[in-house]
């Protein structure tokens, strides 16, 4: 009787890279090149067609040792397996070989890992300060695997947020906010207009607020020289979205932090505009805040089809996260990113990208 192989196995999707295999499973739906380009892998010697695929940034490079396995054949599976490899390789090592002196840089080899900084056992945030000196560096190069950011549970618990709790909260937070306001101003349609003008005027400036709390304070330049207490705030706000970016439980921002900074942000906001309605004000960016929290999660975790805006816009934050860093801080809009000349161009793709 032939054994047939158990469903988990079919999906399994294991490649060779140089004389390393990667079992990139797990990895296929998050590939920002896509599903697709993955796709027909398993089992080949993916070196010749990796070298010829667009120049890897240091940051995908380093993101590639997540995944690499020990595959040495000492059982028979293991065998048929590298026999199959080995024979789909012959051609492509040869051309391996034959290129090896034009290789781009960055496609030579994987960086040297900088792991070993810290305990990943262990609570993150009280390592941070013992590692400023390479910090900057080390949370720049991203990795895949679960992160602890306190120690105590209760306030380990309190980092992580479903996406679903970000409308949940927020929606009836919003209308709150703008509700007597929009009742004490809907007897004609110049006071509709006043309306509907404060809340967009709202949104627009939600989109400044992004944008220049993401360039300016989530992405404030470091160095080594940066001092402890810098490092660890900018590690807990925003450092660990890129150090762990496939974390589903903290792409979204946890309620509690965000009422904080609201009524940081609205109470000088509340005295500027005290005679032109600042609760609608306010109504209008928490409504542009949630439709950014849920852009950002589903440019993680979505799949938008070709032609549609969110399938660029998905393209342009993977890019920042693993390529241009220092470029593309608008997430819900790009309009910024246009006007203080941090736009990330595209290349033009030859075939349509899918994530799932």
């Not at 990667?22 to 998050?30: G, P, Q, R, S």
């Not at 602890?148 to 709790?165: A, I, N, Q, S």
């Not at 925003?238 to 979204?252: A, I």
């Amino acid at each position: 009787m032939v054994a047939r192989n158990k469903p988990e196995e079919k999906a399994k999707c294991i490649v060779k890279y140089r004389q390393h295999y990667y079992d990139l499973t797990n990895f296929l739906h998050k590939h920002p090149g896509g599903l697709n380009t993955l796709k027909g892998l398993n089992q080949i010697d993916m070196t010749s067609r990796f070298m010829k695929a667009p120049p890897h940034s240091d940051a995908a490079m380093y993101l590639m040792r997540e995944y690499k396995v020990d595959y040495d054949g000492e059982n028979s599976a293991n065998e048929r397996r590298a026999e199959k490899l080995a024979e789909n390789g012959v051609e492509l090592l040869a051309q391996q070989s034959a290129a090896q002196n034009s290789e781009d840089s960055n496609n030579n080899q994987l960086d040297e890992s900088m792991e070993h900084l810290v305990d990943w056992s262990k609570a993150m945030l009280p390592q941070i300060s013992k590692i400023t000196k390479h910090y900057d560096e080390w949370v720049h190069k991203p990795v895949d695997r679960p992160l602890r950011l306190f120690g105590p549970w209760y306030l380990e618990m309190c980092t992580k947020t479903p996406w679903w709790v970000v409308p949940m909260f927020w929606i009836p937070t919003i209308i709150a906010c703008g509700w007597d306001e929009v009742q004490a101003n809907s007897h004609n349609m110049k006071e509709i207009t006043t309306v509907i003008s404060h809340l967009v005027f709202g949104v627009i400036f939600w989109t400044l607020l992004e944008y220049s709390l993401h360039r300016w304070v989530f992405h404030v330049r470091l160095t080594s020289n940066s001092g402890p207490w810098l490092c660890t705030f900018h590690f807990l706000i925003h450092g660990l979205h890129h150090k762990v970016p496939f974390d589903s439980m903290r792409l979204v921002f946890p309620p509690l932090p965000g009422v904080i900074i609201a009524v940081v942000i609205y109470t000088p906001l509340s005295i500027i505009l005290q005679n032109y309605h600042p609760r609608l004000v306010l109504s209008g960016a928490l409504l542009g805040y949630l439709c950014y929290d849920m852009i950002h999660y589903y440019l993680h975790y979505g799949n938008p089809s070709a032609g549609h805006h969110l399938y660029r816009m998905k393209r342009y934050h993977y890019q920042h996260h693993f390529a241009h860093q220092d470029l593309g801080y608008g997430i819900s809009s790009p309009i910024w990113d246009f006007v203080f000349k941090t736009r990330i161009h595209l290349r033009k793709l030859r075939y349509q990208i899918r994530w799932s």
